[in-house]
C-alpha cells in the first residue's frame, strides 16, 4: 500500500511561485502512474498535472500548461509539482495521488497541501 503527504503550500502573491512536493512510502512500480489534483472551495477536484514514474511522461491541465512543471525523483520516491506564474484562481488545496494502472482510478490520496495566492 502506498502512502502519501504532500508538503510545500503557503501563501504567495500572484505572480510567484512555489514547490509542491509528494512523498511516497511503500513501493511504486514502473507502471504507476502520479498524479497532482487540486480542488477550489465550492468546485470539484481537477487533474493538474500528471507523470509517469518509469519514464517521465508527462500530462498537464490546460489551465496551468506551460506554468506548472511536474517531475519526480525515483531515488528519493518524491514527486514535485513547480507552479510559476501563479493567479489567484490557482488558489486551492493540492493533493497527489497515483494511478497503478491504466484505466485504474487514481487513489491512495494524500492529505492536502494549501496554496492560496493572492491579488
Known amino acids: 500500500q502506498v502512502q502519501l503527504v504532500e508538503s510545500g503550500g503557503g501563501l504567495v502573491q500572484a505572480g510567484g511561485s512555489l514547490r509542491l512536493s509528494c512523498a511516497a512510502s511503500?513501493?511504486?512500480?514502473?507502471?504507476?502512474?502520479m498524479g497532482w489534483f487540486r480542488q477550489a472551495p465550492g468546485k470539484r477536484r481537477e487533474l493538474v498535472a500528471s507523470?509517469?514514474?518509469?519514464?517521465?511522461?508527462?500530462l498537464y491541465a490546460d489551465s496551468v500548461k506551460g506554468r506548472f512543471t511536474i517531475s519526480r525523483d525515483n531515488t528519493k520516491n518524491t514527486v514535485y509539482l513547480f507552479l510559476n506564474s501563479l493567479k489567484p484562481e490557482d488558489t486551492a488545496v493540492y493533493y497527489c495521488?497515483?494511478?497503478?494502472?491504466?484505466?485504474?482510478?487514481?487513489?491512495?490520496w494524500g492529505q492536502g497541501t494549501q496554496v492560496t495566492v493572492s491579488s
Open positions: 495521488a497515483v494511478r497503478p494502472a491504466v484505466g485504474s482510478q487514481y487513489g491512495s
Open positions: 511503500g513501493r511504486l512500480f514502473s507502471d504507476y502512474r
Open positions: 507523470i509517469s514514474w518509469s519514464g517521465g511522461s508527462t
